[in-house]
């Protein structure tokens, strides 16, 4: 049965820096497009950076570019977000995802249209937590 597990939330002060971790099981990542996705209290769910496994082509949202990086260690079945420089504004429950259709985080990726509800596997989310 495949699964996503996270880690690496928690609390920090504005400035601060955080790297999720998400820890994949029953599937091999490197055949599977990845993405981190985030969700604010009563807010929907929004694409932060999604990474596809066939080239490397990454996304990352507006809000994020410059200060967050995704990645994967295909060793470890684990990808990756490492969050620099936090705002108040990235405080949120973090999920991590995975697809294994060879075109819907491609197409997301391209056309800058980011939509979670098309995604298969998710993991069960982390808390981030940004202030003073």
């Known amino acids: 049965q495949l699964q996503l597990v996270e880690s690496g939330g928690g609390s920090v002060q504005p400035g601060g820096s955080l790297r999720l971790s998400c820890a994949g099981s029953?599937?091999?990542?490197?055949?599977?497009?990845i993405g981190w996705f985030r969700q604010a209290p009563g807010k929907e769910r929004e694409g932060v950076s999604l990474q596809a496994t066939s080239d490397g082509m990454t996304y990352y949202a507006d809000s994020v570019k410059g200060r967050f990086t995704i990645s994967r260690d295909n060793a470890k079945n684990t990808m990756y977000l490492e969050m620099n420089s936090l705002k108040p504004e990235d405080t949120a429950v973090y999920y991590c995802?995975?697809?294994?259709?060879?075109?819907?985080?491609?197409?997301?990726?391209?056309?800058?249209?980011?939509?979670?509800?098309?995604?298969?596997?998710w993991g069960q989310g982390t808390l981030v937590t940004v202030s003073s």
């Open positions: 029953g599937f091999t990542l490197d055949r599977y497009n």
């Open positions: 995802a995975a697809d294994d259709h060879p075109s819907t985080i491609p197409i997301m990726i391209r056309s800058g249209i980011v939509d979670y509800r098309y995604l298969q596997h």
